[in-house]
């Protein structure tokens, strides 16, 4: 948790006031995303970057800097780039390099989507390495049926080549898994990125948890996979309920009780 003096030297810095409101309030929601992600323990590094396109100007988009931790990062830390990989915001940090590859590919391949999530949380790499992938054995797993794609391993993900060739092969689905390397989440709004990220990570931790009772293993059958996730469609198709957002509303509520920093 930050301390009260930490928190009063950011507002020193805080880039509010500075930038639209609706870029304000995007930046609060990532680094919101960002000090839950960090919570439940998804993310301890520097690496790894959660993106979202800014609203008022849409050739643009917001991603965490390089160098700082996602438990301590605020909403004026985030760096506005372009596709092209021009920082548009004054910042001692840099923007990493795979992160402008291939969430500005997938950004600007999609217009429709604002937001792309990228993790390396450790069960989900463990399976982003076997070479049956994912498999379906819980409920809440089920809302991802058909919705995750692969891409083969290339290297850091840092050619700008590659971008483009990960946008393609994820297509009109939500996730990937990066073989040998982690996840990837790309939808309209970060409370959806949170949502379908938050349902990844869990599936592939029960995935872990349930290969490692050596047991046989109770794979959902395709029929009732394929009714379950039309069953969630239904759920949010008519649109009195926002996918995730009742979620990430709560979990934002619980990073403001825990520290509220990530305002600043």
Not at 39 to 62: M, Q, Y
Not at 68 to 78: C, N, R, Y
Request: proline fraction near 4%.
């Amino acid at each position: 948790m930050a301390t009260a003096a930490a928190i009063e030297g950011r507002k020193h810095n805080s880039l509010k006031g500075q930038v639209s409101a609706a870029e304000w309030e995007t930046r609060v929601a990532l680094a919101a995303s960002c000090r839950i992600v960090h919570h439940f323990g998804w993310n301890n590094s520097i690496r790894n970057h959660f993106t979202a396109r800014v609203p008022d100007e849409p050739d643009k988009f917001l991603m965490n800097p390089r160098g700082l931790t996602w438990g301590e990062i605020t909403a004026s830390d985030f760096l506005k780039v372009d596709f092209e990989g021009n920082c548009y915001t004054d910042s001692p940090y840099i923007p990493g390099p795979a992160g402008l590859s291939f969430h500005g590919a997938v950004l600007k391949a999609n217009p429709d989507r604002n937001c792309s999530i990228h993790l390396h949380e450790q069960d989900c790499v463990v399976v982003s390495a076997l070479k049956d992938g994912l498999i379906f054995t819980s409920q809440d797993a089920l809302v991802l049926y058909g919705q995750v794609g692969y891409h083969a391993f290339e290297g850091l993900a840092e050619e700008a080549e590659e971008g483009p060739r990960i946008a393609k092969e994820l297509g009109s689905r939500v996730a990937m898994l990066m073989l040998n390397h982690g996840t990837l989440v790309a939808t309209r709004s970060i409370h959806e990125g949170f949502y379908f990220t938050h349902r990844l990570v869990e599936a592939c931790q029960n995935q872990v948890k349930l290969l490692s009772t050596g047991r046989e293993i109770s794979v959902v059958p395709q029929e009732v996979c394929e009714h379950t996730y039309k069953q969630f469609q239904k759920r949010y198709s008519g649109g009195k309920l926002q996918l995730g957002k009742d979620d990430w509303d709560a979990y934002v509520r619980m990073m403001d009780r825990i520290d509220p920093s990530f305002r600043l």
